[in-house]
Nanobody, 124 residues
Framework: QVQLVESGGGLVQAGESLSLSCAAS????????MGWFRQAPGKERDLVAA????????TYGDSVKGRFIISRDNAKDMVYLQMNSLKSEDTAVYYC?????????????????WGQGTQVTVSS
């Protein structure tokens, strides 16, 4: 079955950096575009960034462009999110999932099975 395990969150000051990791298993990772999503309290879960199956292209939400970098290692079935210049509005639980519709302009979660997420808290 699909398993997604996120890690790397924490409490940081505004302007600092964090690096998130996601270990994926139970599906053909190398053939699946992947994404990071986040959910802040009282808000819907939104796409943060996505990467194509082979890592050749990426896309970012407007609020994180120029600050976050998504990458993947297909040899390890891992996807990463480097978050720089963090802001208080980046505070959320971060999740990884497959990126259904990558390249179509409408990216949404591929699997209904979510990991536990990792909490990112940015203090101002």
């Amino acid at each position: 079955q699909v398993q997604l395990v996120e890690s790397g969150g924490g409490l940081v000051q505004a302007g600092e950096s964090l690096s998130l990791s996601c270990a994926a298993s139970g599906f053909g990772f190398n053939n699946q575009a992947m994404g990071w999503f986040r959910q802040a309290p009282g808000k819907e879960r939104d796409l943060v960034a996505a990467i194509s199956s082979k890592g050749g292209s990426t896309t970012y939400g407007d609020s994180v462009k120029g600050r976050f970098i998504i990458s993947r290692d297909n040899a390890k079935d891992m996807v990463y999110l480097q978050m720089n210049s963090l802001k208080s509005e980046d505070t959320a639980v971060y999740y990884c999932n497959g990126a259904l519709g990558y390249g179509s302009g409408w990216v949404r979660p591929w699997s209904s099975s979510w990991g536990q997420g990792t909490q990112v808290t940015v203090s101002s």
